[in-house]
């Protein structure tokens, strides 16, 4: 009876030694990871001195500003592409400072335009191209994009207002000076470019 309850207390004792570590290894693991966390959330954290007054700046994830950032790459491309006047070295920069932006897909719809005679017609007529963004639809998983925009064409003669839809991709590429958002357009079409009024302007 007595070898009984000996056995009994062993048993008891050492499935409270076993119960007792394993509930102590939670805690500790608990508390690591909450350690874990706070410091990673400090480390986010610095403070910028602002004539001897401490300022609370926070570290973001670059991911969660990404789908701004490329609706201003588009909304940038496009203006640079399209937005021109009637100046031959005005519109060689622009457009070299838009290829930066783009694949060879760009370069290609500039070559098209170019020997379409659209650029040589800006200068005979004194045009003055405004393009307004109307929006821009992203798909972020897809890295897809679609622009809506107008474009006004200022002639000496007239005032052409023309609807402007294009197409394309996004790729994510190191960041640079001539590509401060790090993206790189690719695929690009134009889906629509047609004119929507085509005003007459007084020449007496």
């Given at each position: 009876m007595?070898?009984k309850?000996?056995?009994?207390k ?6 409270i030694?076993?119960?007792s570590?394993?509930?102590s ?7 690591c990871l909450y350690?874990?966390?706070?410091v990673?959330s400090a480390?986010k954290?610095i403070y ?8 609370l700046a ?9 789908p701004?950032?490329?609706?201003a790459h ?7 592409f399209?937005?021109?006047?009637p100046?031959?070295?005005?519109m060689?920069?622009q457009m070299?400072?838009?290829?930066y932006?783009i694949?060879e897909?760009g370069?290609?719809?500039y070559?098209?335009l170019k020997?379409?005679?659209?650029f040589?017609?800006?200068?005979s007529?004194?045009?003055v191209l405004?393009?307004?963004t109307?929006s821009?639809?992203v798909d972020v998983?897809?890295k ?7 474009l006004?064409?200022d002639?000496?003669s007239?005032?052409v207002?023309?609807s ?5 991709y996004?790729?994510?590429i190191?960041?640079?000076d001539?590509?401060?958002h ?10 629509e470019n047609?004119?929507?009024q085509?005003?007459?302007?007084n020449?007496?």
């Amino acid at each position: 009876m007595i070898i009984k309850n000996i056995e009994a207390k062993i048993k008891l004792a050492t499935v409270i030694a076993i119960g007792s570590l394993v509930t102590s290894l939670i805690i500790v693991g608990v508390n690591c990871l909450y350690a874990f966390k706070l410091v990673s959330s400090a480390q986010k954290s610095i403070y910028i001195l602002d004539k001897n007054v401490p300022i609370l700046a926070r570290q973001t994830d670059v991911q969660m500003n990404r789908p701004a950032e490329y609706r201003a790459h588009i909304d940038l491309f496009h203006s640079l592409f399209f937005s021109l006047t009637p100046d031959d070295g005005y519109m060689e920069y622009q457009m070299k400072k838009a290829m930066y932006l783009i694949d060879e897909s760009g370069m290609q719809q500039y070559n098209d335009l170019k020997e379409n005679g659209f650029f040589n017609s800006i200068l005979s007529s004194s045009s003055v191209l405004t393009l307004q963004t109307d929006s821009i639809a992203v798909d972020v998983a897809k890295k897809y994009f679609r622009y809506y925009g107008k474009l006004k064409i200022d002639r000496r003669s007239s005032t052409v207002i023309r609807s402007l839809v294009t197409e394309g991709y996004l790729k994510d590429i190191p960041r640079s000076d001539n590509n401060p958002h790090g993206v790189l357009i690719t695929n690009w079409k134009t889906l629509e470019n047609k004119d929507l009024q085509d005003v007459e302007k007084n020449t007496f």
